[in-house]
């Protein structure tokens, strides 16, 4: 097996005992910064000792990475170009941001690239009062034939129509649906399923289980 230790100063470079020490140990830190090794308690040794030199350290099996790095996204912003106005959303922080100025490359926030954008403003939403979360959920997310995060959503009496779930994220919804959609205890969390559905490498990351990952997306850790 292979582990994958990363190593951190707070953006600063790392100290020279630890070059140092990692040459005692018998390793070239061919990246300063993460270092491959075959054995899990040559891992944590590192890992310890980059923690005792002031760093903060992280072991990762490296398996673990492979889907990562396999999975490529496909921004569905692909089809516009220009400047302008967007709302960018991004399935990694759960949100969908308005943005101005040219096609948006990455995630305005966290620089990711696990996002989608569509021309336009970000616009008031509106769910019916008493209807089950999960219609208020698709009431407000699909508005605008793209999945969107609204800032906040108001409730009235009128029945606000269900749109059509837009072919791109049909699959990720029925999925939702089919997990059980009352496990989901808030409009956010189902934010956050949809998002790891959507980008399944998160989902991986965070442990696999689709309720548990949502929720720590969610910010909604038990
Ligand atoms: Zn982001």
Same mark, same amino acid.
């Given at each position: 097996?292979?582990?994958?230790?990363?190593?951190?100063?707070?953006?600063?470079?790392?100290?020279?005992?630890?070059?140092?020490?990692?040459?005692?140990?018998?390793?070239?830190? /061919?990246?300063?910064? $993460?270092?491959?090794?075959? @054995?899990? @308690?040559?891992?944590?040794?590192?890992?310890?000792? $980059?923690?005792?030199?002031?760093?903060?350290?992280?072991?990762?099996?490296?398996?673990?990475?492979?889907?990562? /790095?396999?999975?490529?996204?496909?921004?569905?912003?692909?089809?516009?170009?220009?400047?302008?106005?967007?709302?960018?959303?991004?399935?990694?922080?759960?949100?969908?941001?308005?943005? +101005?100025?040219?096609?948006?490359?990455?995630?305005?926030?966290?620089?990711?690239?696990?996002?989608?954008?569509?021309?336009?403003?970000?616009?008031?939403?509106?769910?019916?009062?008493?209807?089950?979360?999960?219609?208020?959920?698709?009431?407000?997310?699909?508005?605008?034939?793209?999945?969107?995060?609204?800032?906040?959503? +108001?409730?009235?009496?009128?029945?606000?129509?269900?749109?059509?779930?837009?072919?791109?994220?049909?699959?990720?919804?029925?999925?939702?649906?089919?997990?059980?959609?009352? @496990?989901?205890?808030?409009?956010?969390?189902?934010?956050?399923?949809?998002?790891?559905?959507?980008?399944?490498?998160?989902?991986?990351?965070?442990?696999?289980?689709?309720?548990? +990952? +949502?929720?720590?997306?969610?910010?909604?850790?038990?």
């Amino acid at each position: 097996m292979l582990f994958i230790v990363t190593a951190e100063w707070g953006g600063k470079k790392p100290p020279s005992s630890y070059y140092n020490k990692l040459r005692k140990l018998g390793i070239d830190a /061919l990246f300063n910064r $993460i270092i491959r090794v075959k @054995s899990l @308690s040559l891992a944590m040794e590192i890992a310890a000792m $980059i923690q005792g030199n002031g760093g903060d350290a992280l072991v990762i099996p490296a398996h673990a990475l492979l889907p990562v /790095l396999r999975h490529r996204v496909e921004p569905l912003e692909t089809v516009f170009t220009g400047t302008g106005r967007w709302v960018v959303t991004c399935y990694e922080c759960v949100k969908s941001y308005a943005y +101005s100025g040219q096609t948006p490359r990455q995630c305005p926030v966290c620089g990711g690239l696990a996002f989608h954008c569509r021309p336009g403003y970000k616009r008031p939403v509106a769910a019916t009062a008493g209807t089950t979360m999960f219609d208020q959920w698709v009431q407000t997310r699909f508005v605008t034939g793209y999945f969107e995060i609204p800032d906040r959503v +108001s409730y009235t009496q009128n029945l606000i129509p269900v749109p059509e779930i837009p072919p791109e994220w049909r699959d990720a919804v029925d999925e939702i649906r089919e997990f059980g959609i009352t @496990s989901f205890t808030s409009l956010r969390q189902l934010d956050a399923a949809l998002s790891l559905l959507m980008y399944p490498p998160l989902l991986y990351a965070l442990g696999n289980d689709l309720l548990k +990952s +949502s929720k720590l997306l969610a910010g909604e850790e038990e």
